[in-house]
Nanobody, 127 residues
């Protein structure tokens, strides 16, 4: 059983930066694919990024590519999402999620491949 806890959200001005953290407990994040999703009010959940088990595969949605960077600190069992050049449309609750232990999944897993989810952290981009 893997538990995921996100933090790092907050209020930031357009053009600013935030770094979200996703701390795992119960399993090593080296043994799962970790994804970031977001959900804005009145909108469907949207996939943002995925980090593969090896750490070599880093995938991004087109709307965040070039602005967001996903990374992992294995010693802290933590995955980060560095968000730069934030825009008002990035406002959402951000969730981290992971696949099952050592599951074989594509570089961009299907949403149903994710079996563990955090509680989310609010990101608000506004002046």
């Amino acid at each position: 059983q893997l538990q995921l806890v996100e933090s790092g959200g907050g209020l930031v001005q357009p053009g600013g930066s935030l770094r979200l953290s996703c701390v795992g407990s119960g399993l090593s994040l080296n043994d799962v694919t970790t994804g970031w999703f977001r959900q804005a009010p009145g909108k469907e959940r949207e996939w943002v990024s995925a980090l593969g088990r090896s750490g070599d595969s880093r995938m991004y949605s087109e709307v965040v590519k070039g602005r967001f960077t996903v990374s992992r600190d294995s010693a802290k069992n933590t995955v980060y999402l560095q968000m730069n050049s934030l825009k008002p449309e990035d406002t959402a609750v951000y969730f981290c999620a992971s696949t099952a232990w050592r599951a074989r999944v594509p570089d961009i897993p299907r949403t149903n491949d994710y079996v563990y989810w955090g509680q989310g952290t609010q990101v608000t981009v506004s002046s």
